[in-house]
């Protein structure tokens, strides 16, 4: 018979979440059985079965997702940038379409409202075009929303540990049926270096990466691990995609009109790093807001998006394009066009308030 696994977070039945992150306080999750246990080329990757939050997984220590409440954060994070891009090459073949049909010379006169509606009744005769690019994600949650957008041609997802595709593809088949979506391609390697040669290439990019700092408090230690974790205690793989230069890769490869949407940690507990991320957005892109969802799993029970766009004077706070109610109830368990507009509203927090652009 297989040893039973443990793990130095799971102590009586409990796993606990520590981090320097979010000192003084660490949630718990009641656990049922412990799945997986493995030091990968990047972090400590951990899966258990809860008693109430289904399989959970978790990273250096750090919840990454429950069976439970993942909904909520894969989704905002995906369809507020998603609809908020005007898909402007469809927009441009549905024109053509009409000045074909109606030989109207005045086509480009047509009021947006007015192809919106066209767009529901003719998108079967326009090809989908969007590029969308993941940067993490190896859950496989992102790609599973990005692909219920007809509109989408591709979706490649880097992501910089195959461990973690591997062990969701095992624990999370929810999740990683993302990964079966023709429309996906699948690259593992660094986000950052992957960025660098790309230019004017993606429609939209979602940054669904890990906290900044990889410090695992429980890990269990090694003499050979000693090295790696020395340095991912202050710099974890995602350390990088939280900096400057990582948004002006980003924003470079970004075609006109581009968003993106990446995740922008906590309110309650990161306002320096919020602050110092919204400020450099802002002087990168015309348009950098904050949005958030709720979240019971992750710290403090709240996570936030950065959601930038390269065309001046677009509102990405109202969705541009709209599901009905219908396919709202239909594809989504947490956003709607509502919650999308709410998600911008933000407390008294100053350095959260978006000033004009
Ligand atoms: N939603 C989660 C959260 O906020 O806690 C994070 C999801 S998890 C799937 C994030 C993924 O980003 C991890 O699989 C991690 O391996 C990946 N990642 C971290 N740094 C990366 C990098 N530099 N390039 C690509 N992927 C990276």
Redesign the pocket.
């Known amino acids: 018979m297989a040893a039973e696994l443990t793990h130095t977070s799971v102590n009586d039945g409990w796993f606990r979440e520590r981090s320097t992150l979010w000192p003084g306080q660490a949630m718990s999750i009641q656990v049922k059985k412990i799945l997986h246990v493995e030091k990968s080329l990047?972090?400590d990757v951990l899966a258990f079965e809860s008693t109430d939050y289904g399989n959970v997984?978790v990273?250096d220590g750090?919840?990454?997702?429950t069976e439970r409440d993942?909904f909520s954060?894969?989704e905002m994070?995906t369809h507020i940038a998603m609809n908020s891009h005007p898909e402007p090459k469809k927009a441009r073949n549905i024109f053509r379409l009409l000045h074909e049909t109606f030989q109207n010379p005045t086509n480009a006169a047509i009021p947006l409202t007015w192809y919106d509606c066209a767009n529901n009744t003719l998108s079967h005769l326009v090809s989908p075009h969007l590029q969308v690019l993941v940067?993490?994600?190896?859950?496989g949650?992102?790609l599973r929303e990005v692909v219920k957008h007809n509109c989408v041609e591709e979706v490649v997802l880097?992501?910089?540990?195959e461990?973690?595709?591997r062990v969701?593809k095992l624990f999370l088949p929810d999740m990683a049926k993302g990964f079966e979506h023709s429309k996906v391609t699948v690259h593992i390697?660094?986000?950052?270096p992957?960025l660098e040669d790309k230019k004017d290439s993606f429609d939209i990019i979602i940054t669904?990466?890990?906290?900044p700092v990889g410090e695992s408090l429980e890990s269990t230690l090694n003499m050979i691990d000693i090295l790696s974790y020395l340095v991912e205690l202050y710099l974890?793989?995602?350390?990088?995609?939280f900096q400057r230069t990582f948004f002006e890769l980003m924003k470079n490869a970004l075609r006109p009109g581009g968003i993106i949407s990446t995740?922008g940690e906590c309110m309650w507990l990161h306002l320096p790093l919020i602050k110092e991320v919204h400020t450099f957005c802002r002087e990168l892109f015309p348009v950098a807001e904050y949005a958030y969802t709720t979240i019971p799993t992750?710290p403090a029970g709240q996570?936030g998006f950065m959601i930038c766009c390269n065309e001046a004077g677009r509102d990405v706070r109202r969705p541009l394009r709209r599901w009905t109610e219908d396919e709202e109830d239909e594809l989504c368990r947490y956003y709607n066009a509502e919650v999308h507009e709410a998600a911008f509203v933000v407390p008294q927090f100053k350095t959260v308030t978006v000033a004009d652009n």
């Open positions: 990047y972090q997984l990273l750090v919840i990454q997702a993942e954060y894969q994070i940067i993490g994600g190896g859950d949650g992102v880097c992501e910089i540990d461990a973690v595709p969701s390697g660094d986000g950052f992957y669904d990466s890990s906290d974890g793989p995602a350390a990088s995609l995740q992750y996570i």
